[in-house]
């Protein structure tokens, strides 16, 4: 049976847990040690620049008409979207395509707050039906850790512009965007988690305002939260130190009940998904489409250096790349666990992000002409 590339079983509609990153800018203010920008002067090994406007129109227009579905826009790639000049039109704009909740189920910015001016504010608050979020990059609450780890001194500027942001939304009678405030957890940080959190939940409380603590995506962020999240570090080999201070400080927070640690994969776990011949699938070719600021589609967010480029829109229409040749030879060398022709995922750790169930693998792979490989699939991954 042959490939039938106009549907290809992903467009429309896309798979649950779908994901569209829109990268609006590299640039950022910060240049943090946990990431990439810290790292090389040019992330995607080129300049850097600001997605144009033609640009986050024609990529609007090729969902528009195709009648794709996300679970979630990502309009933030690695930089900080808010130095983006034209920032509050893009995010109106972005929030007013998806107002009636047609192309994504959410959408959720992610911004060190230093920069979050009345305009901007102006532009995220709203009323939409879509729960959409912003997550605050903070990871310190004392001056010196936040110039250790961010690299910048407005610690004060963005903690002032969050609860300015948080007040304004709720004496506007604005119910969303809904906040999330992370602190990464590192070793640089892990002695002030504490006074983190009795910072941001003194501060919810004396508002009033419902809020939740997380350390895991588990349980769905349902309202305000702070987060204490685990460090992906750059290299396989410090994940385990990353887990076990993530873990330690979670528990000594008292985060961690009986019903969710058994959710918490330690690093041998994680090794042994990760042995080719035990791998399961990466979702990142079925369900990532991540853009950056000039034009580039790629299969995930770990791909900074674009190895992975499945070429530019502004040569070639978004779903005509992403359904095309090349995307389907990588879902299928993740399929049958030979990876390669993918030598970046080789070393990645990025395996259940977002999830991709066995029943998604093989629709896809009977949608695609590739039915008779699904016993050799299933024996693979032990089915
Ligand atoms: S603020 Fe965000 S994008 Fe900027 S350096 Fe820090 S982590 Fe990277
Ligand atoms: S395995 Fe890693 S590098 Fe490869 S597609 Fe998935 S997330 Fe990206």
């Keep these: 049976m042959g490939r039938d590339t106009s549907s290809s079983g992903f467009s429309p509609p896309l798979f649950p847990g779908s994901i569209l990153a829109l990268e609006l800018t590299d640039f950022c203010n910060c240049n943090c040690i946990m990431c990439t920008q810290s790292v090389s002067r040019k992330i995607h090994k080129r300049g850097k620049g600001f997605m144009s406007s033609d640009l986050l129109d024609s990529i609007l227009k090729s969902i528009a008409d195709s009648g794709a579905r996300f679970d979630k826009l990502l309009p933030f790639g690695l930089g900080e979207s808010l130095l983006h000049p034209a920032f509050p039109e893009l995010i109106r704009r972005l929030l007013d395509f998806n107002s009636d909740r047609s192309f994504f189920s959410s959408i959720d910015l992610h911004t060190n707050a230093t920069l979050l001016n009345e305009a901007a504010r102006a532009a995220l608050l709203n009323n939409h039906s879509v729960p959409d979020t912003v997550s605050f990059s903070l990871d310190a609450i004392k001056p010196e850790t936040y110039w250790r780890i961010r690299r910048n001194r407005q610690l004060e500027s963005a903690y002032n512009n969050v609860k300015s942001f948080i007040d304004h939304r709720e004496s506007s009678g604005k119910s969303l965007p809904r906040c999330l405030i992370q602190f990464i957890v590192m070793d640089e940080n892990k002695d002030e988690a504490r006074e983190f959190l009795e910072y941001w939940s003194d501060f919810f409380r004396t508002r009033s305002l419902k809020f939740q603590v997380n350390y895991d995506w588990f349980p769905p962020m349902e309202s305000d939260t702070i987060f204490f999240k685990r460090l992906n570090p750059f290299h396989n080999e410090e ?32 090794l042994d998904l990760a042995r080719p011949e035990a791998r399961r699938p990466c979702a990142g070719p079925f369900k990532y489409l991540s853009v950056s600021w000039d034009g580039e589609l790629t299969v995930c967010c770990i791909d900074t250096s674009r190895e992975l480029s499945l070429g530019n829109l502004k040569q070639t229409e978004l779903f005509e790349l992403w359904n095309g040749d090349k995307n389907h030879a990588f879902r299928m060398a993740h399929i049958l666990g030979d990876l390669a022709p993918m030598p970046k995922c080789l070393n990645c750790h990025n395996l259940d992000s977002p999830p991709l169930s066995d029943q998604e693998v093989t629709t896809w792979m009977r949608q695609n002409g590739q039915a008779e490989l699904i016993g050799r699939y299933l024996e693979r991954i032990g089915k």
């Design 239 to 270: 994940m385990a130190d990353a887990e076990e201070l993530h873990r330690s400080v979670a528990d000594g927070l008292g985060l961690i009940n009986s019903s969710q640690s058994d959710r918490i994969i330690s690093s041998q776990e994680f």
